[in-house]
């Protein structure tokens, strides 16, 4: 009895070996796990952005998946905790500009360290715009050099990059 | 009299999300302003984690019936459709999708490199799919 008990154990221990020995000679396992076909990927600077002619934006997503129905964006930020608002604004701000290269966008994923979030995107060109209108407004307001408003809070202006430089600064 | 054209003032995406995330940062940083040496630090590190991403996006992670017919092929959506109604309603059908879930991309990984491994899966799957669809059309 102990014997076949004991048969029975190194058969499993050798099974489970056996696994995780092909298991990591084979496979690389994408931690994404978005399931979906590749179809495009930011290299870097060397990688141009995409052009949206009507609405004068220009971007590039860091991923973009074959998914039914149209394309999946996929924004990626390295820093742990939550997604903000200026991720979002960002995507889809990306996904428009990606959408004027023929790339049609209807979702998105915003992934952090620690979170992973999905949002829907209109249908229409247009709705997508407006719902970024304000921030496009303000980016041409900065660049033809007028003075802009700002938003401070604790934990942005930490991690701001010109808060050494900044009136604003909200700090601890 | 010719109308003098605006120009276009093209934006992109990463300064419209900065805009959302403080007008007045794209303010300081489209009048030129010097990022701080921790912010650069952290863009170096961005980037970096970015490649990385690339590396595990360019990864191949199927699973056996969207390896063997495409991930929109009717017969996956069978499958994902039996998996949907009939394993995941129950305790011992999720522990039989997660460990196929855990099995399926070491078995897809060696089936694209051995064509004898392929054609079995093949054959395996090809009679469960036949099954499902008959069933289906029964009902």
């Known amino acids: ?117 999905y949002y829907d995107l209109p249908r229409s060109d247009k709705a997508l715009y407006k719902e970024i209108e304000p921030y496009i407004v303000y980016t ?24 050494y430089k900044c009136t604003y600064v909200q700090e601890d | 009299m010719l109308k003098k054209r605006a120009k276009k003032i093209w934006v992109s995406a990463s300064d419209v999300g900065r805009a959302a995330f403080c007008p007045h940062y794209l303010e300081l940083k489209c009048k030129g302003v010097k990022a701080s040496h921790q912010a650069e630090a952290s863009r170096a590190k961005g980037d970096a984690s970015h490649d990385q991403l690339n590396r595990m996006a360019q990864d191949k992670r199927c699973y056996i019936a969207s390896h063997l017919y495409g991930i929109d092929d009717s017969r996956t959506e069978a499958l994902r459709s039996f998996r949907d109604k009939n394993l995941l309603n129950h305790r011992p059908g999720k522990v039989l999708v997660n460990i196929y879930y855990r099995l399926s991309p070491t078995l897809v990984s060696i089936s694209s490199r051995i064509s004898a491994v392929d054609q079995c899966l093949r054959f395996i799957v090809n009679g469960i799919v036949k099954r499902l669809l008959e069933n289906i059309k029964d009902d």
């Open chain 1, 140 to 163: 041409r307001q900065a660049k033809s050099g007028s003075k802009l408003p700002a938003t401070p809070g604790r934990f942005k202006c930490k991690s701001c990059a010109f808060n």
């Open chain 1, 1 to 117: 009895m102990i014997d076949e008990l004991l048969y029975l154990l190194f058969s499993a221990a050798a099974l489970v070996i056996a696994f995780y020995s092909i298991d990591r000679k084979f496979v690389k396992k994408n931690k994404l796990c978005i399931e979906g076909k590749l179809v495009w990927t930011d290299e870097g600077r060397q990688t141009k952005p995409f052009f949206n002619n009507d609405y004068g934006v220009l971007g590039k997503p860091d991923l973009m998946y074959k998914i039914k129905g149209g394309i999946l964006a996929v924004e990626y930020k390295s820093r742990k905790g939550e997604i903000y608002e200026s991720d979002i604004v960002q995507t889809k701000c990306a996904s428009l500009a990606a959408r004027g290269s023929g790339y049609k966008v209807i979702r998105f994923l915003v992934i952090t360290s620690t979170q992973k979030q």
